[in-house]
Protein backbone atom coordinates (compact mmCIF):
# COMPACT_ATOMS: atom_id res chain seq x y z
CA UNK A 1 0.00 0.00 0.00
CA UNK A 2 1.49 3.31 -1.53
CA UNK A 3 0.54 6.48 1.29
CA UNK A 4 0.31 9.45 0.24
CA UNK A 5 3.43 12.00 1.55
CA UNK A 6 1.14 15.11 2.55
CA UNK A 7 2.54 18.54 0.97
CA UNK A 8 2.26 21.84 2.88
CA UNK A 9 1.76 24.66 0.51
CA UNK A 10 1.47 27.84 2.31
CA UNK A 11 0.42 31.50 1.16
CA UNK A 12 1.18 34.15 3.96
CA UNK A 13 -2.43 33.57 5.33
CA UNK A 14 -2.83 29.83 4.49
CA UNK A 15 -1.49 26.89 4.50
CA UNK A 16 -3.73 24.22 2.20
CA UNK A 17 -2.26 20.15 2.78
CA UNK A 18 -2.63 18.76 0.03
CA UNK A 19 -2.16 15.06 -0.81
CA UNK A 20 -1.80 15.22 -4.30
CA UNK A 21 -5.32 13.88 -5.34
CA UNK A 22 -8.36 15.42 -4.34
CA UNK A 23 -9.15 19.26 -4.69
CA UNK A 24 -6.58 20.59 -7.04
CA UNK A 25 -7.22 17.48 -9.75
CA UNK A 26 -11.34 18.28 -9.49
CA UNK A 27 -10.30 21.78 -10.02
CA UNK A 28 -8.29 21.33 -13.17
CA UNK A 29 -11.29 19.14 -14.50
CA UNK A 30 -13.28 21.64 -13.27
CA UNK A 31 -11.16 24.40 -15.28
CA UNK A 32 -10.43 22.57 -18.00
CA UNK A 33 -14.19 21.80 -18.94
CA UNK A 34 -14.77 25.68 -18.16
CA UNK A 35 -12.18 26.57 -21.39
CA UNK A 36 -13.32 23.72 -23.53
CA UNK A 37 -17.26 24.97 -23.22
CA UNK A 38 -16.43 28.70 -23.86
CA UNK A 39 -14.32 27.67 -27.08
CA UNK A 40 -17.50 25.35 -28.28
CA UNK A 41 -20.06 28.69 -27.47
CA UNK A 42 -17.60 30.95 -29.10
CA UNK A 43 -16.50 28.93 -32.45
CA UNK A 44 -19.77 27.18 -32.62
CA UNK A 45 -20.45 29.11 -36.03
CA UNK A 46 -17.09 27.45 -37.38
CA UNK A 47 -17.52 23.30 -36.14
CA UNK A 48 -18.39 20.63 -38.34
CA UNK A 49 -22.24 21.05 -38.77
CA UNK A 50 -23.20 17.84 -36.56
CA UNK A 51 -20.66 19.13 -33.51
CA UNK A 52 -22.21 22.53 -33.90
CA UNK A 53 -25.86 21.48 -34.01
CA UNK A 54 -25.15 19.74 -30.49
CA UNK A 55 -23.52 22.84 -28.97
CA UNK A 56 -26.48 25.11 -30.39
CA UNK A 57 -29.08 22.64 -28.82
CA UNK A 58 -27.18 22.11 -25.80
CA UNK A 59 -27.07 26.01 -25.76
CA UNK A 60 -30.68 26.39 -26.30
CA UNK A 61 -31.63 24.62 -23.13
CA UNK A 62 -29.33 27.30 -21.11
CA UNK A 63 -30.00 30.37 -22.80
CA UNK A 64 -32.83 32.35 -25.09
CA UNK A 65 -30.36 32.52 -27.90
CA UNK A 66 -32.05 36.14 -28.90
CA UNK A 67 -29.74 37.30 -31.82
CA UNK A 68 -29.94 40.54 -30.95
CA UNK A 69 -28.34 39.75 -27.66
CA UNK A 70 -25.94 37.79 -29.29
CA UNK A 71 -22.91 38.37 -30.28
CA UNK A 72 -22.14 37.33 -33.93
CA UNK A 73 -18.83 35.58 -35.96
CA UNK A 74 -18.56 34.75 -39.51
CA UNK A 75 -22.16 35.92 -39.96
CA UNK A 76 -23.81 33.54 -37.74
CA UNK A 77 -24.78 34.18 -33.95
CA UNK A 78 -22.50 32.30 -30.81
CA UNK A 79 -24.10 29.08 -29.39
CA UNK A 80 -25.57 31.82 -26.57
CA UNK A 81 -26.58 35.43 -25.85
CA UNK A 82 -23.59 37.89 -24.73
CA UNK A 83 -24.67 37.99 -21.12
CA UNK A 84 -23.56 34.00 -20.92
CA UNK A 85 -20.86 34.56 -23.06
CA UNK A 86 -19.39 36.90 -20.33
CA UNK A 87 -20.40 34.55 -17.94
CA UNK A 88 -18.46 31.69 -19.21
CA UNK A 89 -15.37 34.08 -20.36
CA UNK A 90 -15.37 34.74 -16.72
CA UNK A 91 -15.04 31.23 -15.75
CA UNK A 92 -12.31 30.78 -18.22
CA UNK A 93 -10.48 33.53 -16.77
CA UNK A 94 -10.83 32.51 -12.87
CA UNK A 95 -10.22 28.38 -14.44
CA UNK A 96 -6.29 29.87 -14.23
CA UNK A 97 -6.31 29.84 -11.14
CA UNK A 98 -6.82 25.96 -11.07
CA UNK A 99 -2.54 25.16 -11.47
CA UNK A 100 -1.76 27.52 -8.76
CA UNK A 101 -1.20 26.31 -5.21
CA UNK A 102 -4.74 26.44 -3.87
CA UNK A 103 -3.23 28.29 -0.58
CA UNK A 104 -3.65 31.25 -2.98
CA UNK A 105 -7.19 31.47 -3.11
CA UNK A 106 -8.65 28.98 -1.23
CA UNK A 107 -9.95 31.52 1.54
CA UNK A 108 -12.38 32.96 -1.08
CA UNK A 109 -13.93 29.31 -0.12
CA UNK A 110 -14.95 30.42 3.19
CA UNK A 111 -19.10 30.42 3.57
CA UNK A 112 -19.10 34.24 4.12
CA UNK A 113 -17.08 35.37 1.79
CA UNK A 114 -18.89 32.96 -0.65
CA UNK A 115 -21.92 34.78 -0.08
CA UNK A 116 -20.49 38.64 0.04
CA UNK A 117 -18.59 37.88 -3.51
CA UNK A 118 -21.09 36.38 -5.50
CA UNK A 119 -24.19 39.17 -3.97
CA UNK A 120 -21.44 41.85 -4.58
CA UNK A 121 -20.40 40.20 -8.27
CA UNK A 122 -24.58 39.85 -8.92
CA UNK A 123 -25.00 43.73 -8.66
CA UNK A 124 -24.24 44.58 -12.03
CA UNK A 125 -26.29 42.13 -13.92
CA UNK A 126 -29.06 42.49 -11.33
CA UNK A 127 -28.96 46.40 -12.10
CA UNK A 128 -28.94 45.79 -16.04
CA UNK A 129 -31.66 43.32 -15.78
CA UNK A 130 -33.86 45.20 -13.67
CA UNK A 131 -32.81 48.00 -16.14
CA UNK A 132 -34.13 46.00 -18.81
CA UNK A 133 -37.58 44.89 -16.72
CA UNK A 134 -38.81 48.50 -16.29
CA UNK A 135 -37.76 49.31 -19.59
CA UNK A 136 -35.37 52.32 -18.50
CA UNK A 137 -32.46 51.04 -20.43
CA UNK A 138 -31.57 48.16 -22.88
CA UNK A 139 -27.78 47.63 -22.39
CA UNK A 140 -25.42 46.52 -25.36
CA UNK A 141 -24.47 43.27 -25.63
CA UNK A 142 -21.19 44.49 -24.67
CA UNK A 143 -22.46 45.67 -21.11
CA UNK A 144 -24.32 42.38 -21.32
CA UNK A 145 -21.00 40.34 -21.19
CA UNK A 146 -19.23 42.48 -19.06
CA UNK A 147 -21.93 41.56 -16.42
CA UNK A 148 -21.70 38.16 -16.64
CA UNK A 149 -17.88 38.40 -16.87
CA UNK A 150 -17.69 39.89 -13.09
CA UNK A 151 -20.53 37.42 -12.40
CA UNK A 152 -18.50 34.16 -13.90
CA UNK A 153 -15.29 35.16 -13.06
CA UNK A 154 -16.73 35.07 -8.99
CA UNK A 155 -18.81 32.17 -9.57
CA UNK A 156 -15.88 29.85 -10.69
CA UNK A 157 -13.61 31.76 -7.93
CA UNK A 158 -15.28 30.68 -5.28
CA UNK A 159 -16.20 27.02 -7.07
CA UNK A 160 -12.49 26.33 -6.82
CA UNK A 161 -11.64 27.72 -3.41
CA UNK A 162 -14.84 25.61 -2.56
CA UNK A 163 -13.40 22.32 -3.21
CA UNK A 164 -9.91 23.02 -2.23
CA UNK A 165 -11.26 24.87 1.30
CA UNK A 166 -11.40 21.96 3.51
CA UNK A 167 -7.69 20.78 2.86
CA UNK A 168 -7.03 24.46 3.58
CA UNK A 169 -6.79 26.35 7.19
CA UNK A 170 -5.85 29.85 8.13
CA UNK A 171 -2.12 29.85 9.47
CA UNK A 172 -1.72 30.10 13.15
CA UNK A 173 -0.77 33.56 14.44
CA UNK A 174 3.20 33.46 15.58
CA UNK A 175 3.35 33.17 19.59
CA UNK A 176 4.52 35.54 21.19
CA UNK A 177 8.39 35.33 21.70
CA UNK A 178 8.51 35.70 25.58
CA UNK A 179 10.78 38.51 26.93
CA UNK A 180 14.40 37.87 26.98
CA UNK A 181 15.21 36.94 31.23
CA UNK A 182 17.85 39.87 32.06
CA UNK A 183 20.87 38.89 32.42
CA UNK A 184 23.05 39.46 35.50
CA UNK A 185 26.05 41.93 34.82
CA UNK A 186 28.96 40.16 34.00
CA UNK A 187 31.58 41.11 37.27
CA UNK A 188 34.56 42.52 35.59
ZN1 LIG B 1 -27.94 33.63 -22.42
Redesign the pocket.
Known sequence: MVSATAVVVTSRNFQCINSGVGGRVIAGAIATGAVAWFALVVFAPGLPAALAAAVYTVGSLI???MPERSFHWHGAQLA??A??TGIYLGACASAFLAPLPPALYARWGAPTRIAWLLGAAAVPMGVTLVAEWVGVWAPSSIVRAATGLVLGAAGALVLLAAINYSECLPRAAAAPRPPHPRQPPTPI
Request: aromatic share 0%.
Open positions: CHQVCRC
